[in-house]
């Protein structure tokens, strides 16, 4: 289980609260807010309007399951990479919460993939791809060079070193 971050949890809450436009209930911690899937099913179904079609309110443990189950295929829909995504077990018992985490930074960074959506955003803009061209002559002109990763350190040697007392045999 991954270590928790208490200001990324709050961070992803505030998100959360922002875009759903309702606030977390007092005296009920963050994933015990989560725990049932409804929050997480309509903060997707703003952000891709339609992705959960029906969220269950009650029915216990297993209808629960099914919203994060629905969470998590709307979210892979969404632009969310697989390996971003918790597991069910991750939120529902508890195991990994700072995964749970991770995955609602995760939809933050899909956003930004998404021209209809104004924000607010959550975590950093994800790079855009930076092509570069390079002329023939250029690309000659990198492979004669000897990069300091191929094994060549200019004649430094560790010669002379001696940390700390010597090796008794």
Known sequence: AGKRNPEMD???????????????????SYEDVLKDGQ??????????PNSVAKINS???????????????????AYGVPDIDVFQTVDLYEKKDIANVTNTIFAIGRAAYKHESFKGPFLGPKPADECKRDFTEEQLKAGQTIVGLQAGSNKGATQAGQNLGAGRKI
């Not at 009650?58 to 892979?76: D, P, R, T, V, Y």
């Open 39 to 48: 929050v997480l099913c309509k903060l997707i179904n703003i952000l891709a």
């Open 58 to 76: 009650s029915g216990g443990q297993f209808k629960f399951m099914e919203n994060i189950n629905n969470f998590q295929k709307a979210l892979i």
């Open 10 to 28: 709050k961070e992803a809450q505030e998100w959360i609260e922002a875009i759903t436009g309702d606030k977390f209930p007092g005296g009920e």
